[in-house]
């Protein structure tokens, strides 16, 4: 499934994250999945949230730069190997995963990944292109 990811660049300092929060939640956005990437003076905060529309909202608001990125959902099994095999069948089919990020609870697995083409991807992991691999063998 294709989410549509917010990036937030946000400065790097105490009290920052918890503002950003707090300013989601009290218009009723829930974060569903987040990444933060640091540097020295900014922070990349990546979101997903029920309300897009609304995040952008808030998020402009308050000042902040939004850009908005589609990546790919995928759930796996969480067991060893999955991650692996869902790599090397984009490495086959030449889409590169130029970030990741995630969570899983012993049965199954969340990943939310930018890859170079979002297209070709959802194409090459989807349940009929099994089907279609497995006939050709």
Sequence with gaps: MIENQLSVLLENKMGVMADVCKSLAGQGINI??????????????RLIVDDPRGAIHVLGERGALVVETDVLQIHLDDKPGELGKLAAKLARAKVNIEYAYGTA??????????????K????????KSKSRSRTKK
């Design 32 to 45: 569903r999945a987040m990444s933060v990437s640091d540097t020295v003076d900014h922070a990349v905060l």
């Design 105 to 118: 609870d012993n049965q199954r697995a969340t990943l939310f990944l930018r890859v170079s083409d979002t």
């Design 120 to 127: 070709k991807a959802l194409t090459v992991l989807s349940p």
